[in-house]
């Protein structure tokens, strides 16, 4: 029996790093048609010219992040005049931020966090772009967050309109769209629509095979040989399809892998995986969770403890009980609700009574949000 045991200095992980949701595999299948259109929006950036403005639209998991990284990486492998820019939008939402994410990789620090305008930032940029003449390719990944804090027209506008004050920039952009309720060319102002002319890349979720060839070559590299059964992978890929995202079974393998070492042993079992997959399937809550500010994040809780007494909630109802622990008008309230609304952690519905009523309904489980929010 001890020979089926870990001893104390023993790992079931050959690479922990392959199961990280961040992690770029040198090795990247089953988008070779979306990374050959993204290249071909690239490449008037590597000639000197403006890249073509890109969408890349599709629900979480399906490979976009990772397909832009890949090809970054090969950009900042073969020339130094095209610089792209990744910024996480989910974390760096407001026009500033963005600037800031842009100024730090041109110059290697971020702008001094107080007593610093947007337009010393910018200006500060123009001068980089125009003195090296660089060519600026900047992707906005979960630009709808950027949407949802009003803030998209105003960074865009910024971006594809710089040539107009500083001659001789050339700035290109791609977005990120994860939220399928979000169409980005109809969501711009005119001003903005008139530069921004996108082409949309699709990306679709992968099928079951995709999704267990990819599982596959993570656990190849990420784990040792014997320590997953074929059996067992075959309900990390159920589990995955369940959930639609392919992050989901990143997260499951590790988590199993790790319930495995907790008890010592050398092999996953079933209950490894059905004890990870109760965390696993609320990665895109938790990763949500984080991003909210601190007055959304009371109001979620609110709602939340209201939804645990099981009652249909209205609007002013929980407009009420938000202002007995916040500060808070209802304009403000109201804009926090429709942000919740579009970014699916609760639902915002109409109904017809005296008036038009709007009914809030938690989306997730109450207990589970409020655990996440603690």
Known sequence: MTKDLLMWDETLFRDPEVFEIDYVPEQFNHRETQMRELAFQIRPGARGGRPLNTICRGLPGTGKTTSVRKLFAEIEAETKKLVPVYVNCEIDNTKFAVFAQIYRKLSGHLPPASGTSFKQVFDAIARILQKEEIV???TLDDANYLLYENEINRVLYALLRSHESYPGTR???IAIISDMNVDLSREVDPRVASVFRPTEIYFPPYSADEARHILTERVMSGLYPG????????LVVEQTMKSGD?????????RAALNAEKDARKKIEEDDICLAYQVSKYLHLSFTLRTLKDEEKVLLKTIADMSSEGKEMNAGEVYTHAKEVMKIGYTRFYEIVKKLDAMR???LDYRQGRGRTRVITLRYEPQRVLDLLA
């Open 136 to 138: 600026l390719l900047v």
């Open 246 to 254: 392919l992050r989901v079974g990143l997260d499951l393998l590790k």
């Open 227 to 234: 320590v997953l059964s074929d059996a067992m992978l075959d």
């Open 171 to 173: 700035i290109g952009v």
């Open 345 to 347: 952690l609760i639902n």
